[in-house]
């Protein structure tokens, strides 16, 4: 069975809430209603209300079992705008800035998420992607005992040869531009967990560099390898099973005829499930070319570390990709509190009372 048909016979068994803040956007209305059809559970959208039927009956899609919140006539835009306000003090911000942030369709939906009215967010098929971190940064926030969010990219390739297989999980390809050494091993570290999630199997993951131990000498080099180490401590204090080795050039850790000639003893072995890129330049553009030239099935950015589940779409992303990163995000949403320990038991204004 392909990968993302897994996921959703996993969200099947529970059934989440999902918030598209981009309620009038064709691609959203298809991946909502498909996400409905398959028994996935309650697609919820943001948006003028009428303009949200208008798109849907020009498409001739039924929005049965679809709610839409609208959120300027929402009871909750006040009380939203009040424990924004609590939660933004300390920044000088005013109510009626609280409110006009609020009516912004990220800012409601992050804190839909972080009352626990809905179980996960997607957004971002037609915005840049400040817009859509930014309300999440600063209402939900990062996971208890976490220093790090940071985004991965699940990649669905067709031959099977590859990753997992033909799964491979791909960071930071969406948040952290240059990555530091302890940056570098929590994104490996919460890559790993997810990839465990997910798929069920121990997770190998390649901390990539232009080098392969030692192939050639540059300051960036010691970087990964530190990281590498790094995530192993760390991933040993969580009592992670993952393999973790680096610095590897790509080839290396996909390939194992290649491993074997530049590098037998690495613990990868040609067979790495989980790429972790140096910075968010390699990332973004090696899962860009991989997606496109490959023609692969691209799920994410799938936000990691953060204290309840979300995602950051591409806004090349089809109707296909968004419910695939909508069903990821519920099934995060299943067992979240075992990705992150503590995560979602505090309100947002909570700790500003």
Do not use: W
């Not at 020009?58 to 006040?78: F, H, K, M, V, Y």
């Not at 050039?249 to 890129?277: H, M, S, W, Y």
């Amino acid at each position: 069975m392909r990968f993302i048909g897994s996921v959703i016979e996993k969200l099947q068994r529970h059934p989440k809430r999902i918030v598209f803040p981009e309620g009038a956007e064709p691609r959203v209305l298809q991946a909502a209603r498909q996400f409905h059809s398959l028994r996935l559970g309650a697609p919820i959208l943001l948006g003028d209300r009428t303009r949200v039927k208008e798109v849907a009956a020009e498409l001739g899609i039924s929005l049965e079992g679809i709610r839409i919140i609208n959120p300027a006539e929402s009871e909750d835009l006040e009380p939203f705008s009040r424990r924004f306000e609590v939660l933004r003090r300390s920044k000088g911000l005013k109510s009626f800035e609280a409110r006009e942030a609020i009516l912004q369709p990220n800012y409601y939906g992050a804190m839909m998420v972080a009352m626990h009215q809905a179980d996960g967010l997607v957004s971002g098929t037609n915005q840049y992607v400040g817009s859509v971190l930014r309300p999440l940064f600063q209402i939900i926030k990062v996971a208890p005992q976490t220093t790090t969010a940071s985004s991965c990219l699940v990649m669905e390739v067709e031959d099977s040869r590859y990753g997992e297989r033909g799964v491979l999980f791909m960071a930071d390809c969406g948040v952290i531009p240059e990555p530091n050494v302890e940056q570098l091993a929590d994104i490996a570290v919460s890559t790993a967990q997810l990839a465990r999630h997910l798929l069920g199997v121990r997770p190998r993951v390649a901390l990539l560099s232009f080098s392969t131990k030692g192939s050639s000498k540059h300051p960036s080099i010691g970087r990964i390898q530190a990281a590498t180490a790094l995530a192993e401590q760390k991933a040993a204090s969580r009592r992670l099973d993952a393999v973790f080795d680096g610095e590897l050039q790509v080839d290396t850790a996909l390939v194992p005829e290649i491993a074997a000639r530049k590098c037998p003893d690495t613990a990868i072995a040609g067979n790495a499930n989980v790429l972790i890129f140096p910075d968010l330049n390699s990332g973004n553009i090696a899962s860009k070319l991989v997606r496109h030239i490959a023609r692969a099935n691209a799920y994410g950015q799938i936000l990691l570390g953060l204290d309840r589940p979300a995602a950051d779409v591409s806004r090349g992303s089809n109707a296909h990709d968004i419910l695939g990163v909508a069903a990821i995000v519920g099934v995060q949403a299943v067992d979240y509190e075992m990705l992150y320990p503590g995560a979602g038991h505090h309100l947002p204004g909570e700790e500003e009372n």
